[in-house]
C-alpha cells in the first residue's frame, strides 16, 4: 500500500476502520483490540484529552512500559493536534523531572511501577494539572463519549515528541510530525514488504523510536501488530514462534539473551519474513549465533530518531553470502526515500568516495526540529533539508555505508544513545574531581559502555563516585569504570582530545561499531 494519498494519522485508522473493523488491529498479552475498538478508544480518548483543556500545541507525557494506552494517547494526540512526550522509564528521577517540564506536558499518564515515583515527583512538574494511574485509565476513558466529526489536524503537526540525550547535557524533544511518520512507514515498506497480512511484534519501549515508529509502522498498512510490555528475550522468542510474528526489530543487547534461551534453536520462525536489528554494535559472535536462527531474514538497519527511525539498511543477501562478507561491517544502503552523502564536519563540503566524514541525511521522514530548540535545530539541519547525524563514516563504491565513529562523542550502549555531557555533568559536581571526560569503550555485550577518565589529585573512592551517579543518572548512562589520570590530553584550544583517551581501548577494534 502507498501512503501517498494519507496526509495524517487520523486517516489511516479510518481507512482501516472502513474496510477491516472486525479484523485483529492489537494484541497485548490477553487483551485483544479490533480497527474498530481501536478506533473506538482513541476517540474516547480525544474527548477526555479536551475536557482537561488539551488542544492543538499542548504536550501530554506517559511514564510507563509498553501497555496499548501509550500508543492510544499518541493516537488521539494526533487527532486533536496534541503531542505525546513518552517519557524514557529508565531515566533517573530528576531526568523525568526535566523531560516532563521540559515538554511542558500538562497531563501525565503514570503505569502501575511508576505511581510511587510520579507521586514523589509531583511538586517538582507543577505544569502537570491531572495525573492519571493505570488503574484510572479505563473508568476516565469510559467517561467520556467517542469524538465525533473530523480530527484537527495539519501534516506539520508533531504528535510525539521523542527524546535525545542531550550534547549540552541536557535531552532534547525531536518534533515527530504526521508527514516525517508516514514517510517513514512508506519507505520502510518498501525495503521490508509490510502489509495487511503482516504480524509486527513490538518488543522495543515506546519511548525509543524503534518503538513507537515500529508500532506506527504496523498501522500505517493496516498490519496486526503484537505488543509486549517488556523486551524479555525468553519472551520475545515465544512469541516469534507462537504468534507467527512476520517482522520484527530488535537491539542486538536483546538477541545476546535470546541465542542463550533453551531450545532456542528448534524453535520454528519459518513465519518471520524480516528482522532487522539495530540502534548498537552487532558483536560478530552474536551475529554467527543469530545467522543459523533466521537465514535469509535479517536486515541490519542504521537510524536515528530525528529522522523517525531507519535510513539505511544491510539486506539479507549482504548477510549470507561469504564472497561480501566484509560488507558485515557497514550499516548497508539508504532505503527508498533517502539520500545520504558524507562530509566534511568543518565545511559541509563532500568528501571523495571512501574518504572520511560525517554522515548526512536528506529525506522527508526528518523531524521538523527540536522542541524549543532552535539554534539545535539549525546546527542540526541545513537549509536545504540535510540532517548532519552527528556520526562519521565513509561510503564505498557501491553506495553502502560505513559508520565508524561518532563526531559528537555519542556512546550507543545496547541501543541506547549516551551523550558524555550529560554524565560529565553529574561527575563534575563530585567533590575532589578537578577534571573529566567520559568516553564509550568495547563492551562484548552492549557494544560499548560508558567509563570516565578523571583528574583527582587526592584520588577517589570508586564506589561512591557511581553510588553517586546512580542517584542522578539512568543505570546505562552511569560509568561501568573510572579512570584517574594526571591530566587530560587537550587540543591548544583547550578542547579534550577524546580521540586519544579512546584509543588504547579501540586498539584491535577495526572501528568503534564493531
Known sequence: MTLSAVTDIPALLARWVAERPDSEALRFGDSR??????????????????????GRGDRVAVLDLNHPSCLEMTLACARIGAANAVVNFRLAPPEIVYVINDAEARLLLVGPEFEAAAAALADRIPGVARTVTAGEYEAWLAAHEPEEGPAQTDPEDCFVQLYTSGTTGFPKGALLTHRAMLAHADNVAHSFEVDTSAVVQVAMPLFHVGGTSYALLAIAHGARMVMLRMPDPAAVVAQLEEEKITHTFLVPALMAGMTQVPGVAERDFSAIRTLSYGASPMPLPVMRACLPLFPGRMHQVYGMTEACGVVSALPPSDHDDPAVAHRLLSAGLPIHGVEIEVREPGTGEPVPTGGPGEIWVRTTQLMAGYWRQPDATAAAITADGWLRSGDGGHLDADG??????????????????????EIERVLAEYPGIADVAVIGVPDERWGEVPRAIVVAPDGVDEAAVLAHCREHLASFKCPKGIDVVAELPRNPTGKILKKDLRKPYWADRESRLV
Open 33 to 54: 483490540c479490533t480497527w474498530a475498538q481501536l478506533d473506538e478508544r482513541v476517540r474516547r480518548l480525544a474527548s477526555a484529552l479536551r475536557a482537561e483543556g488539551i
Open 400 to 421: 553502502y555505508v560505513y559508520v565508524t565513529d561518532r563526531i559528537k562523542d555519542m556512546i550507543v550502549s545496547g541501543g541506547e544513545n549516551v551523550y558524555p555531557a
